[in-house]
């Protein structure tokens, strides 16, 4: 109780960039208590000191002295569009239902903007939940891309085991669409149940032995609408359901790469409770056109969500 009681308010959190070399090493201790490894960020405080003065952004949650979240993002280049690539963002477990990665994310998109750069990039794990709702549905980003097993083994504990395929977003930071999320603007549930229930499953899922659930196939559909389910809490089905996790990553992985390469794009990811059952979907639409391949990945690339890298 005496450490709930030392939290402080959200209101009392305090967003700046990172100056002093005691700072940047606390980044590492952030993700040593999230991931169980200091080096899962993957960020060393001189690379941090170069990438503050060199056009990145190390930027900060204070509660008093104590860092309680960080994102970190430097300059990208595509060849044609300059943008900011958001390498992590995480927040310290106790304040993770603190709203503290929204207002992370809202600070990062504010300093990007007075730098005069249209859009921000990252990818994550795309079996995450949490994650999807705060950057798709939330920050209202548009995810274009999917990278199997992108970083290859990672040895902290969130990756442990698992192949590390990533969902890249693009951010448009400066469009009506953003800017309509982050003022609370997302469609309402009753809309989001009607999109659901109007469009085709990509994967077929069956409660599991433990009674959470397992996708049972993949199939390809050329309605005008489709949903692409992912576990509603990835930590529960690696704990009661292990052996489903690869089921999952594998079926997830499939069905994103047929709705790519057949021209759909995802509009929203909602969280629904049909039959009083929470379920996580991505919501997407057909796009207008030839069908897109999906590349290689070949662009730069990190961890970021508060979940795992």
């Known amino acids: 109780m005496a450490a709930e009681r030392s939290r402080p308010a959200v209101e009392a959190f305090r967003f700046r960039r990172l100056e002093k070399p005691e700072e940047f090493r606390q980044v590492g201790e952030l993700c ?10 993957g960020v060393p405080p ?4 170069a990438l503050q003065d060199n056009g990145g952004l190390v930027l900060g949650a204070f509660a008093d002295i104590y860092l309680a979240g960080t994102a970190v993002s430097l300059l990208g280049w595509d060849g044609t569009t300059l943008y900011h690539y958001s390498h992590l ?5 106790e304040y993770q239902n603190h709203h503290l990665g929204f207002r992370l994310k809202a600070f990062q998109r504010d300093e990007v903007l007075k730098l005069g750069l249209p859009e921000i990039r990252e990818t994550f794990d795309p ?4 994650a999807a709702s705060l950057l798709v549905r939330r ?10 097993h992108y970083y290859g083994q990672l040895a902290d504990t969130a990756n442990a085991g698992m192949e590390t395929d990533r969902l890249r977003v693009v951010w448009s930071i400066n469009s009506d669409r953003v800017a309509a999320r982050m003022a609370g603007g997302p469609p309402s549930s009753e809309e989001v149940r009607e999109l659901w229930r109007k469009s085709t499953p990509l994967i077929e899922t069956e409660p599991g ?8 196939s993949v199939q390809e559909t050329s309605e005008p609408s489709a949903h692409l389910e992912i576990p509603f809490d990835l930590e529960s089905i690696r704990e009661h359901e292990p052996a489903s996790v690869r089921r999952w990553r594998h079926a997830v992985r499939d069905a994103f790469r047929i ?21 996580s979907f991505y919501l997407l639409s057909k796009s207008p056109g030839s069908a897109q391949s999906v590349p290689p990945p070949t662009g730069p690339g990190a961890p970021s969500g508060s979940a795992s890298p």
């Open 139 to 148: 920050l209202g980003a548009r995810p274009d891309r999917y990278f199997p």
């Open 46 to 49: 001189a690379l941090m000191r």
């Open 259 to 279: 709705a790519f390469d057949t021209g759909y794009s995802v509009e929203d990811f909602a969280v629904l409770a049909p039959e009083h059952e929470r379920r």
């Open 209 to 216: 032995e433990s009674g959470l659930r397992v996708p049972t």
């Open 89 to 93: 963002t995480v927040v310290r477990p």
């Open 32 to 41: 040593e208590a999230v991931w169980g490894s200091s080096a899962a960020g």
């Open 127 to 130: 079996l995450q939940s949490r």
